[in-house]
């Protein structure tokens, strides 16, 4: 007869560990998304994306709010509107700002989670 071991607690390691791989997740899919539009020109940030008739631009930009929302409740900072700047091209460079930011924010397994399903997301639909 076996003897029964108790479930092992979750370790500050493991709960580190998830982080990081989170981080490491959500760099990957913003450095993805970043290499499909960092060539794009304005006539391309123009055109509706392929989920919907929101042009492009419209649709990067509700993600880099989003993620400058997720970070701001990690910060436990109110949450700021993100400026819209007059050039589209912009557009990946705040994206990784905004991602900087929300890593340094220290933020949860989740919310680091959440923000690479979004980017994913917005990766698809564009």
Do not use: K, Y
């Not at 990081?20 to 123009?46: C, F, I, K, Y």
């Not at 649709?59 to 990690?74: T, Y």
């Amino acid at each position: 007869m076996s003897a029964a071991f108790p479930p092992c607690p979750r370790s500050a390691g493991a709960a580190v560990d998830s982080v990081a791989m989170s981080a490491a997740e959500l760099d990957r899919a913003v450095e993805l998304l970043v290499r499909q539009v960092g060539h794009w020109q304005q006539p391309r940030w123009a055109a509706s994306a392929a989920a919907g008739n929101a042009p492009r631009a419209d649709v990067m930009h509700r993600l880099v709010q989003e993620i400058a929302n997720l970070a701001a409740d990690a910060e436990g900072q109110p949450r700021r509107t993100v400026p819209r700047l007059d050039n589209d091209l912009a557009l990946p460079d705040q994206l990784r700002v905004v991602t900087a930011d929300l890593v340094a924010a220290a933020p949860s397994a989740e919310a680091l989670a959440r923000a690479a399903a979004e980017v994913t997301a917005t990766r698809s639909a564009l």
